[in-house]
Each structure stands twice: as structure tokens, then as C-alpha cells.
């Protein structure tokens, strides 16, 4: 497996190491751990089973290549690059009866999904208390047997004594991945009780082989300062983090949105080969919330999610949980 892992992650491995080595600058960057799993919110096993995420974001200087990109991009997608960030994402779905080894057709397909991404944000005032924050995200990887999600999940599931998935063999064939989202949220910002009230609606666009859709939301957070709110997916990169890295903070944070969704790769399978699928739902909703907590340099946070059936012939709604780990420099 070692071998295996080695040789089909490489070049996804030497892009996202290059970008550790870029020249950046020593303060205002971040290293962050994402998890998120079905597990940490329920006692589900199935649909978004799992996902792990290491990124690294950094305040860009005014002559490196991502700012001069950024720079080069109409205003009107974004004007400049106030943090960059690089990162690794690897993703399990699975059908609810992971102990069936036969394709079952009325439920979502196997996939395991590896990928790597670059973001740019802007953080743009538009009154003393009205900010338009703006994510750029391009994200390359693959599906399919190469993402080693059936050997990962199996070693899991071996370790924690849980049940021993079977039907791996029915997953998405392998295919490249690419990936294009923006996402646009305007933030209004009031003293309450001592702390930041912030709330604002969002709107967002994705295009490309792994999810199209257009989305709409509203987010709301309360307590010190912060980069918006956490992003869950399918919304991609990394917010949330708090502005100051002075002593004990806190914030907790709701977030509603809707989707209009032309295509998941993870439900209506292969793109270019024939594969499984099942009868998306055009018209997706999220409800999310949860804590941040920090101190110093480190920080915490914990979401929890719930979304309304994305197919027909869904028993009930997924619910997912996100625990997040960042650490600054």
C-alpha cells in the first residue's frame, strides 16, 4: 500500500510541497488540520463518511506570483490577495450498507476523491462597518481506485473494530478532477454584549467536473473578531480564523445556505466513463453551526452540519461534524 501511495500522490504531494517552500511572509501565516466525519454528529456510517484537509495560508508579498495573479484577475472576481492559501483534501463517500458487497443501486455510489487546491481572499471595506469578503479556489485532483479511499477506509474500520466495508469494488472509476468555486460574502459588523456581532448574506458559483452549482446563504457570528465563519463542504478553503492572537478568544457561529446544484460528480458518477448514479436533487440545503475557541496562537473549532436529501430515494438527511485545528506563525 505504502508503494501504491507513494507513486499515484506524488504529483499532488511535490505541488503542495512547493507551495509550502513558496516565499512568504513570517507572520500572518497558519497551519490548519481539518476533519470531518459523519461520526463526530451522528451515528451514521455512510454518504460523506469522511474527509481530511491540511492547509497552509500565508499573507502573500506585494511581488510574489500569487499576488500578481490575484492582481491580474478583473476587480470584479478580486482585486488583490489579502491571504493565500494551499492545500490537500482527501474525501470518502459511500452508500448507508457498507457490509454489502452487491452494487446498490438505490443508494449513492462509492467514491474516494484526493485533490489538491489554491485559494486567494480578499477582505475589502466597504463602510466603517460593512466588509465584502471575496474566496477564489481552483482545486486539481482525481477519483476513483487511486485515491486508495477502499484501502484507507478498510484499515479504519480495522483498527476501530468497526464494520468491514465490502463493496469497494462498485466505486467510481478513476478520472481527473477540476474544480473552479467563488464565493462572496458581505459582512455587517456591531458591538453586542461586549463582543463583535457580525451577520451577512453570502453568494457563491462552482463549475467543473467534480460539483457545479450556484448557491445563496446567510451566516451570523457573535464574540471576537474573525475571518468570517468556517467553511464546510462542497464549499472549499479554509475561513473562520480569529483576528487577533492575544490570549483566550471565543466565537460561536451559525450558517444557513442553498443550493442550486447542476452536477455532483459523487452522485451522478464518471463524467467520462459509464458508472453508478442515482437520481440527483436539483434543489440542496445546509444548516450549520458551532464553536471556536482560542488561545494565543492555537486555535480550535468544532461545526456541525445538516443537509436535506441530495437524491431520490433518500432515507433522511446526512448530518456531519468538522473539527478544526490551526496553529500560527
Known amino acids: 500500500m ?5 507513486l499515484r500522490w506524488k504529483p499532488l504531494a511535490a505541488a503542495f510541497s512547493l507551495a509550502l517552500l513558496s516565499p512568504v511572509a513570517a507572520a500572518q501565516s497558519a497551519l490548519t488540520v481539518k476533519v470531518e466525519n459523519d461520526g463526530m454528529a451522528s451515528s451514521d456510517d455512510g454518504h460523506f463518511t469522511s474527509g481530511f484537509e491540511i492547509n497552509y495560508g500565508y499573507t502573500p508579498a506585494e511581488q510574489s506570483w500569487t499576488q500578481r495573479l490575484a492582481t491580474a ?23 448507508n450498507d457498507i457490509e454489502e458487497p452487491r452494487l446498490i443501486e438505490s443508494d449513492r455510489p462509492y467514491a474516494g476523491l484526493v485533490f489538491g487546491g489554491m485559494s486567494l481572499y480578499e477582505d475589502a471595506p466597504i463602510t466603517q462597518n460593512i466588509t465584502r469578503s471575496t474566496d477564489l479556489h481552483l482545486d486539481a485532483g482525481l477519483v476513483g481506485p487511486s485515491s486508495l479511499a477502499d484501502s484507507i477506509q478498510r484499515e479504519v474500520h480495522r483498527i476501530t473494530d468497526s464494520d468491514r466495508p465490502r463493496g469497494w469494488d462498485n466505486q467510481l472509476s478513476d478520472e481527473p478532477l477540476l474544480n473552479l468555486t467563488l464565493r462572496r460574502q458581505w459582512w455587517v459588523d456591531m458591538p453586542l454584549a461586549g463582543k463583535q456581532f457580525s451577520h451577512g448574506p453570502s453568494a457563491g458559483a462552482a463549475v467543473g467536473n467534480l460539483y457545479t452549482y450556484a448557491s445563496a446563504g446567510y451566516s451570523v457570528r457573535w464574540g471576537d473578531d474573525a475571518s468570517g465563519v468556517p467553511t464546510l463542504t462542497p464549499n472549499p478553503g479554509n475561513r473562520g480564523q480569529f483576528a487577533s492572537t492575544q490570549g483566550w478568544q471565543w466565537y460561536l457561529f451559525a450558517n444557513v445556505d442553498g443550493y442550486y446544484m447542476a452536477h455532483n460528480l459523487t452522485l451522478d458518477g464518471n463524467v467520462f466513463s459509464s458508472s453508478h448514479s442515482v437520481d440527483r436533487k436539483e434543489w440542496v440545503a445546509d444548516a450549520s453551526a458551532g464553536l471556536a475557541l482560542g488561545y494565543d496562537d492555537w486555535q480550535v473549532t468544532y461545526a456541525a452540519l445538516k443537509r436535506t436529501r441530495e437524491f431520490d430515494g433518500q432515507e433522511s438527511h446526512d448530518t456531519f461534524g468538522s473539527l478544526t485545528l490551526t496553529k500560527r506563525f
Open 2 to 6: 505504502t508503494d501504491s501511495l507513494t
Open 73 to 95: 484577475l478583473p476587480d470584479a472576481v478580486i482585486g488583490q490577495a489579502d491571504q493565500v492559501a494551499f492545500r490537500l483534501v482527501h474525501q470518502i463517500y459511500t452508500p
